[in-house]
């Protein structure tokens, strides 16, 4: 059976991070990298890091892309609404022009986020699981999205800031039916369907 669905809000990728205070637990990093490869605004790549405590070259965390019209729809309508981000004001943080790449050999999936005073990298390793999500009616505020994404929760994760690592760390768990779950997952085939229409 074929369905097609619209409209498209966008298409790509959307690994995420989380690190935490291993003696805590409380949240010291929250990363999430959008790779578009296509939505109503535009193409391009936007990497939203907040940080729990002040870093001297970028405060309490900022928005950096090439695209900035697909960082403020994203952030606005989808981004802000994500567990990771719950009590987070993501939509304050900064907006800075940055050149973003990443690479992905099947194993190891690595971001590299330049500006002309800072360079941040983000690492996820080892996935531990490979499947297919189908989520009708994703909440997002008021709006809601139908979701496809396939998630692979990963045994390792990092941040650096100009090379020199956050010194949180991931949190990954197992239930009673062996299924893995992780603060830091890669999320591969994401189509956001919506706003749908009450």
Not at 174 to 187: C, P, R, T, V, Y
Request: hydrophobic letters at 40%.
């Amino acid at each position: 059976m074929i369905e097609a669905k619209r409209p498209v809000f966008f298409s790509g990728e959307n690994p995420n991070i989380a690190l935490f205070n291993p003696q805590t637990q409380e949240r010291i990093a929250v990363a999430s990298y959008w790779h578009c490869t296509d939505s109503p605004s535009g193409v391009g790549r936007v990497l939203i890091l907040w940080l729990a405590e002040t870093a001297p070259e970028i405060n309490l965390g900022a928005v950096f892309t090439d695209n900035p019209q697909l960082a403020r729809t994203l952030i606005e309508n989808l981004t802000r609404h994500f567990p990771e981000f719950q009590e987070i004001p993501v939509h304050n943080l900064p907006l800075s022009k940055a050149q973003i790449t990443h690479t992905y050999n099947g194993n190891e999936y690595q971001i590299l986020c330049q500006t002309p005073n800072l360079k941040i990298e983000v690492e996820w390793k080892n996935p531990l699981d490979r499947k297919q999500i189908i989520w009708t009616g994703f909440p997002a505020g008021e709006a809601h999205y139908d979701l496809t994404t396939t998630i692979c929760p990963c045994q390792n994760g990092t941040i650096k800031l100009n090379n020199q690592n956050l010194l949180g760390e991931i949190k990954v768990a197992q239930d009673e039916n062996g299924i893995f779950s992780s603060s830091a997952f890669l999320a591969f085939a994401e189509t956001w369907i919506g706003p749908l229409q009450k």
